[in-house]
């Protein structure tokens, strides 16, 4: 077996070489459907208001920054969809479709405005009301954008120093 | 650079000789393809990978499918949005029908022996003898198969973790010392493991003895052919054979079939393919199911999590991910009595954390930034014993897919809510600051006093406690009965005469241990048998 010191010295320096690559990566530029794989257009839009609420605490404050990461997460949103089941796509395309469309965003999700007008409190408050929902439906559609939110988050190594993990370990022996 | 390939590594697959290996990746075909073969295996995990191994050796022509990509060390980046999407079924994502279960699986060359946490437990005794007296099953018992779990022991190099557990399974040690139960040292399936933690996103030192590295190389180098990306479709039948497997080819992302089919036409077919895709595999054929036992009876061990913040770092994303473990709560309860459970740790890294961890905002972003801080214990739910916990069913969706019905019964939920209470005091004794039992309240606890008061009164729901799932079992159960069971003692179909099932779908119940070296082992003796029987 290979030593545990070797092992934690190769770790140590790992850390360091991940931390400078995490730095040097350019922000991509913001992503547009045009680029998209599975969004559609009421995926993105709801997308683009919800993660930001759903993520509040771990945004970058700079409103630049700010938006390089949002932009960033709907694209790694957008990978996450075009990896999954088609019928998984299609479930969430139905569900995208029934919290977009005028009649059952009002009524069923509670959202008066339009998603890219709706306050930031409307959908803070929309979210505990779907969390928290004794309907299944509801409840489950809170879980899938809770999922693809912070899955797409959290796989993005921008996120992991504010969690205290210090990315793989550099193995090179 | 983000993550290491791991490329100063030996990789089989990358060595000189695997230039004579047959491995077609079917996304690439560009027209169709048909084989003539002795054996074909459908699925590369526990199960085919053994089998595979083993029927090569004597001598017979192999076609191994697998429907997931082949991925090696070399490919293995150790990051979680690699892993999930490339190495899982629906990118780890996988659901029970009523989406309150989420099941990880594997779907790849080597299937979930390439993802697993390597825990290496014999089928528990208890188990055998509920199976023997249940359901007649013959020559399964703990001597019948002595030697087969000694030999795929002694294959895989499984032995008990030698070095200390890592601070996260260090917690359950010492949190179950404390309350008076025991706890032991996991045998794992490694050879120099360096002892990093990934062992869930694909093994980038090959330490896992995983089927990747074991018995499909060995396969491979008996001449037996793999084909990646191809998902079988259906079996066709005439009479009481089967004549041919037909498959398609997926495309890279493993999303949506190519234009390109693949026909498989073979002396005797394997399905291995995992106990959702086998009887979905059977159940698309429609083979004969005259008793009505086809994809019933699927066991999950539900599994219940509590996280911890404990005073001290525990970096539960660094060190062998299961290394301790409990069985105080299966071996104190019968088999057929309140549903029991087993405890063990699991790994903590960001992602599997955060689609954990309830709620959302402030509130969730607080218990990441302690990530490093987190302890998690997790009780897997030994089901099949009870006609109040008999498991669930798999069907096909209108496209064809299998998806699971499995209903979470009150026998089942309160199983649950004493695994919560348990992990909660082992949780506390071992000095934990919090306590939050997995639940969508998201509520934390700061005595052990306040969280039995508030696990007491948790309302139980499904999507209102996760519940998840990394061991699929049953629904094709082996036994002498056709009334009974799908397949006879051999692995033989009852009613098909050249299609076996060799994997986890054979099981009559849940294992109550991680099942790998149960369907290793099962899968040894009976493709031995099939070996002798099909000699050339």
Redesign the interface.
């Given at each position: 077996?290979?030593s545990?010191r070797t092992?934690i010295a190769a770790g140590v320096a790992?850390t360091v070489?991940?931390v400078a690559?995490?730095w040097l990566?350019r922000p991509e530029s913001d992503a547009t459907l045009a680029t998209r794989r599975a969004f559609d257009a009421n995926g993105e839009t709801i997308m683009f208001a919800v993660a930001p609420?759903?993520?509040?605490?771990?945004l970058p404050a700079a409103d630049r920054e700010r938006k390089v990461a949002i932009a960033q997460t709907l694209t790694?949103i957008d990978a996450?969809i075009?990896?999954?089941?088609?019928?998984?796509?299609a479930e969430l395309a139905q569900l995208f479709a029934l919290l977009a469309l005028p009649p059952t965003r009002i009524v069923f999700a509670g959202i008066m405005a339009p998603w890219p007008e709706a306050p930031a409190d409307d959908v803070?408050a929309f979210?505990d009301r779907f969390?928290?929902s004794a309907w299944?439906l509801k409840?489950?559609a809170y879980?899938a954008l809770?999922?693809l939110?912070?899955?797409s988050?959290?796989?993005?190594?921008r996120?992991?120093p504010?969690?205290?993990?210090d990315?793989?370990?550099?193995?090179?022996? | 650079m983000t993550g290491t390939a791991a490329t100063s590594f030996p990789d089989p697959y990358h060595e000189p000789d695997a230039l004579q290996w047959s491995v077609i990746d079917a996304s690439r075909l560009e027209r169709d393809i048909v084989f003539d073969t002795d054996v074909a295996i459908i699925g590369s995990g526990a199960g085919g990978g053994v089998a595979a191994e083993i029927l090569a050796a004597a001598g017979l022509k192999v076609v191994l499918l697998e429907e997931g990509p082949l991925k090696t060390s070399s490919d293995f980046r150790m990051l979680e949005s690699d892993a999930y999407p490339q190495l899982y079924q629906e990118s780890a994502a996988r659901k029970t029908a009523d989406r309150a279960i989420n099941i990880l699986q594997g779907r790849c060359v080597g299937g979930g022996t390439t993802v697993n946490w390597t825990s290496s437990f014999r089928t528990p005794p208890a188990t055998l003898a509920f199976w023997a007296s249940e359901f007649g099953l013959r020559g399964f018992g703990e001597s019948d198969l002595a030697p087969w779990f000694a030999r795929m022991e002694a294959r895989l190099s499984m032995a008990p973790w030698p070095v200390p557990p890592n601070a996260n399974n260090a917690v359950l040690a010492r949190g179950a010392e404390r309350i008076g139960i025991p706890a032991a040292v996991i045998r794992r399936n490694v050879k120099s493991c360096w002892n990093i933690g990934y062992c869930g996103m694909g093994c980038p030192t090959n330490a896992k003895q995983s089927m990747l590295v074991t018995s499909i190389l060995s396969a491979l180098k008996s001449g037996a052919t793999l084909v990646t990306r191809a998902r079988a479709e259906r079996f066709a039948i005439a009479g009481e054979r089967v004549t041919q497997l037909n498959a398609v080819a997926m495309d890279t992302l493993g999303v949506a079939p190519t234009a390109r089919k693949i026909t498989i036409r073979a002396r005797t077919f394997i399905a291995a393919a995992g106990a959702i895709g086998t009887p979905g595999l059977l159940l698309r054929t429609r083979t004969p199911d005259p008793h009505h036992l086809l994809g019933k009876r699927t066991f999950l061990h539900p599994s219940v999590v509590s996280a911890a913040l404990m005073p001290e770092r525990i970096e539960g994303f660094a060190g062998a991910p299961q290394t301790i473990y409990s069985d105080h709560f299966l071996d104190s309860l019968p088999v057929q009595g309140p549903i029991g459970y087993k405890l063990e740790a699991a790994p903590i890294h960001p992602v599997l954390a955060a689609i954990t961890l309830p709620g959302d905002g402030l509130e969730h972003s607080r218990w990441m930034a302690d990530l490093s801080r987190m302890q998690v214990v997790i009780a897997l739910l030994r089901d099949g014993f009870h006609p109040q916990g008999d498991g669930g069913s798999v069907r096909l969706r209108d496209d064809g897919t299998p998806v699971l019905d499995y209903p979470l019964t009150p026998y089942v939920w309160d199983g649950v809510r004493r695994a919560l209470l348990t992990m909660a005091e082992i949780q506390f004794a071992a000095g934990a600051i919090k306590v939050m039992p997995i639940h969508a309240a998201g509520v934390a606890y700061g005595r052990f006093s306040d969280a039995r008061a508030g696990i007491d009164a948790f309302d139980l729901k499904p999507r209102i406690t996760p519940i998840f799932s990394a061991h699929v079992m049953g629904g094709a159960p082996i036994g002498p009965d056709p009334r009974r069971a799908v397949v006879g003692m051999d692995g033989r179909h009852h009613q098909i005469i050249n299609l076996y099932v060799l994997d986890g779908s054979l099981f009559p119940t849940s294992i109550g241990a991680n099942p790998q070296l149960s369907i290793y082992s099962v899968v040894a003796r009976l493709a031995s048998e099939l070996a002798r029987a099909l000699a050339p």
């Open positions: 077996m290979i545990r092992f790992g070489a991940l690559a995490q990566r609420v759903l993520l509040a605490g771990v790694d996450a075009a990896g999954l089941p088609r019928g998984a796509q803070r979210l969390r928290a299944t409840r489950s879980d809770h999922e939110v912070f899955a988050w959290y796989g993005n190594p996120s992991w504010a969690t205290g993990y990315g793989p370990p550099a193995l090179s022996s | -």
